[in-house]
């Protein structure tokens, strides 16, 4: 049975994915966890990740 496996290669032409820091949740359990990121991150970058949790981009609807 494993002569039968094959592998194969796709091309990707486009990647799409969702934005999601916790915009379903109550600013101040967003801020809290925004908080925690920025107390953790021991001096590395994490200023767009914080950026993007105090101000989430909003849902179209």
């Keep these: 049975m494993l002569t039968k496996i094959v592998g ?3 091309p990707i032409e ?3 994915g969702r ?3 916790g915009s379903h949740r ?3 359990d967003r801020l ?3 908080d925690g990121v920025v ?3 021991e ?3 994490h200023d ?3 950026e993007a949790m105090t101000n989430p981009p909003r849902r179209e609807e």
Aim: glycine residues 8%.
């Design 8 to 10: 194969i290669s796709l």
């Design 14 to 16: 486009r990647f799409e």
């Design 19 to 21: 934005f999601k820091v």
């Design 26 to 28: 109550t600013d101040a």
């Design 32 to 34: 809290g966890a925004r």
């Design 39 to 41: 107390r953790e991150s």
């Design 43 to 45: 001096g590395h970058a």
């Design 48 to 50: 767009e990740l914080a």
